[in-house]
């Protein structure tokens, strides 16, 4: 695989550790979880240097499930942009994409807490997806994994065999951390709120509110840490979605000409 720019676990492990403190991760259990990915990737694991190939000197725009979604999906002309970008899709904006737009995502960045039945249906017709083991999805891993013809696996504690760290820890700044390290030339992002209310394509049943929003805010100094050291383009098409600094805000219009 040609060289990657994806950061070194040693840097992404301290947010992980101030991460689980806030939030209370129990990291035995996420590891069990990578383990148990693992092992269920065997034989169907796809290799990084896939999606590499498809995304390296690409621009990449990345649909979060906020509630601007349907907004931006009305606004964005994508038969014209996806002539040229590579539209990714975290977890529940697979939803809206296919329903919506009608389109298949090049790839679906998931930790299986998703409408399923859409996210098989966009895998079966050729997305690429990257899923995601924490010690609260261990159930759905493996319930669905066994689905999937084949997948990239990701962790937010150390790798294992098959399962990998590029950085991040909600679907949606995951999907930004995964574009970059993949060599992506440019990063937009739609439908990616980050702010006090939850969309109606995120998490299909929320727990908690409250650690839906600091997951929001968590997304947010993830994707300005990244920002800082950024190699490419970042680009923010939010419909009144929160100011995210080293990404500058663009009218979804103006997507078309970028990067041409």
């Not at 065997?42 to 979604?69: H, M, T, Y």
């Not at 997948?151 to 970059?180: E, H, S």
């Not at 709120?193 to 929003?213: M, N, T």
């Not at 100094?221 to 950024?230: D, G, H, I, Q, T």
Request: charged share 25%; hydrophobic share 40%.
């Amino acid at each position: 695989m040609p060289e990657s720019r994806a950061l070194p676990v040693e840097a992404w492990m301290p947010w992980y550790q101030k991460i689980a403190e806030i939030l209370g991760l129990d990291q035995a259990r996420d590891e069990e979880a990578t383990q148990v990915l693992s092992m269920l990737l065997e034989g169907k694991d796809l290799s990084p240097s896939v999606l590499q190939e498809r995304i390296r000197r690409r621009p990449v725009l990345v649909f979060g499930a906020g509630p601007s979604l349907e907004r931006n999906l009305a606004e964005i002309e994508l038969p014209s942009l996806s002539e040229r970008w590579l539209v990714m899709a975290s977890d529940g904006a697979t939803t809206a994409l296919l329903r919506l737009a009608g389109r298949i995502p090049d790839v679906i960045v998931t930790d299986l807490d998703g409408r399923m039945p859409d996210i098989l249906t966009a895998h079966e017709r050729g997305a690429i997806v990257v899923v995601h083991g924490h010690g609260d999805n261990i159930p759905r891993l493996r319930r669905y994994v066994p689905k999937l013809g084949s997948a990239l696996g990701t962790t937010q504690v150390r790798p294992q065999p098959r399962v990998y760290n590029f950085g991040g820890f909600t679907d949606g700044d995951r999907a930004v951390f995964l574009a970059y390290a993949m060599g992506a030339s440019a990063i937009a992002l739609a439908g990616m709120d980050l702010g006090d209310v939850i969309g109606p394509y995120s998490k299909r049943r929320v727990r908690s509110p409250e650690v839906k929003l600091a997951k929001f805010r968590i997304c947010k100094e993830l994707l300005e840490w990244l920002a800082s050291k950024a190699e490419a383009r970042l680009l923010n098409a939010t419909w009144h979605g929160e100011r995210i600094r080293g990404f500058k805000d663009v009218q979804r219009s103006d997507l078309r000409g970028l990067c041409l």
